[in-house]
């Protein structure tokens, strides 16, 4: 192996040309992943922000503030502005913590999961189309590229979240 080769580089020679349209084409698929979510909250007045934590939120009910900012990667103040408008607009409730009461445990409210499922009705119905167009083995090995992409922290995280799912 060649020194300074790591990985999968010393299998795999990839043109600059070639890097840039993947990376283009990542720009492109991300345009159409959001395009129909986005659709759905334009009149809403709610930003792919708000997606994020309705998703989140009903990924793991009861989830904290603090863990959500970890997720979610966004300054507090960001999210207090999103979390207030769900509140507010009765998406979202946050109750007080069982063991901590400074705690607030965020939660899904019967409006808001019915908005989340239209919001991922969407996005599943986009992958499923692409998933099914590519086949299983190109499955895997995109799966196993967005995770190599992933810094090691966002990687842990999504790992985490993966083993609650067992």
């Known amino acids: 192996m060649a020194e300074g080769n790591t990985g999968g580089e010393s299998l795999l020679f990839l043109t600059d040309e070639q890097l840039r349209k993947g990376i283009e084409a990542m720009f492109f698929a991300y345009r159409g992943f959001t395009a129909d979510p986005d659709r759905i909250l334009e009149g809403m007045d709610y930003g792919r922000a708000h997606h994020r934590a309705i998703h989140f939120i009903h990924r793991s009910p009861g989830t904290t503030v603090s863990n959500l900012l970890g997720i979610l990667g ?9 979390l207030r408008t769900l509140i507010d607009d009765g998406l979202v409730e946050a109750r007080v913590g069982k063991d901590d009461k400074r705690e607030r445990n965020l939660h899904l409210t019967a409006k808001g999961q019915e908005l989340e499922r239209q919001l991922s009705d969407a996005q599943r119905a986009r ?28 990687r842990r995280q999504y790992q985490s979240l993966r083993e609650g799912e067992k």
């Not at 966004?74 to 999103?82: A, E």
């Not at 167009?133 to 966002?154: C, H, I, K, N, S």
């Open 74 to 82: 966004v300054t507090k103040q960001s999210l207090n502005r999103v």
């Open 127 to 154: 992958m499923r189309a692409a998933y099914r167009a590519a086949g299983p083995a190109a499955v895997q090995g995109f799966r196993t590229v967005l995770e190599a992409m992933m810094d090691p922290e966002m």
